[in-house]
T-cell receptor, first 111, second 114 residues
């Protein structure tokens, strides 16, 4: 069983729509990461959060430690947001150990 | 922000040859480098963890003699795929860990062995 589960696996949206990607994890963690993988393969770290909410531009990430759940929201989605979004977490008791990755959510935004 | 430069971005090599992939941290020191492999439509799979100046720790099932990792300095780590075979064709990506910047990923290397 994967320690980090994401849903949905694939997501298609029309430009301008509000997007939500969910992540749940089965072990206690101290922080969770949201990553973006571009079609070429490169990975960009979007957020690292351990509580509450973080916002960067049109991206918002929230986490509920008690419920072991995190969400990534994209407001006013745009075709350039099309990418694979991955949540990842280090093992319990660690903030900078190896990461466990979700399988990723392939987002496609149509103009 | 922190940048990890990974080269080459893609490489095609003949079966039986060796390929070296470099990851270099720019403007920061990477105390730890993680090397991952990714198959199409799948998640990243950790191959090994390397700390500067010490031997890499390999994940179960990863052949250390086939995937040679060198982390000779705080800014450079290399992965050498030795005697490559077509089944080694994959996407390889590194991630540097630092106290100041957390995790920074390279841009990845697509290896095709023919």
């Amino acid at each position: 069983k994967n320690e980090v589960e994401q849903s949905p696996q694939n997501l298609t949206a029309q430009e301008g729509e509000f997007i939500t990607i969910n992540c749940s994890y089965s072990v206690g963690i101290s922080a969770l990461h949201w990553l973006q993988q571009h079609p070429g393969g490169g990975i960009v770290s979007l957020f690292m959060l351990s509580s509450g909410k973080k916002k960067h531009g049109r991206l918002i990430a929230t986490i509920n430690i008690q419920e072991k759940h995190s969400s990534l929201h994209i407001t006013a989605s745009h075709p350039r947001d099309s990418a694979v979004y991955i949540c990842a977490a280090p093992p319990p008791g660690s903030t900078l150990g190896r990461l466990y990755f979700g399988r990723g959510t392939q987002l496609t935004v149509w103009p | 922000g922190a940048v990890v430069s990974q080269h080459p971005s893609w490489v095609i090599c003949k079966s039986g040859t060796s390929v070296k992939i470099e990851c270099r941290s720019l403007d920061f020191q990477a105390t730890t480098m993680f090397w991952y492999r990714q198959f199409p439509k799948q998640s990243l799979m950790l191959m090994a963890t390397s700390n500067e100046g010490s031997k890499a720790t390999y994940e179960q099932g990863v052949e250390k003699d086939k995937f040679l990792i060198n982390h000779a300095s705080l800014t450079l780590s290399t992965l050498t795929v030795t005697s490559a075979h077509p089944e080694d064709s994959s996407f390889y990506i590194c991630s540097a860990r630092s106290e100041n910047y957390g995790y920074t990923f390279g841009s990845g290397t697509r290896l095709t062995v023919v």
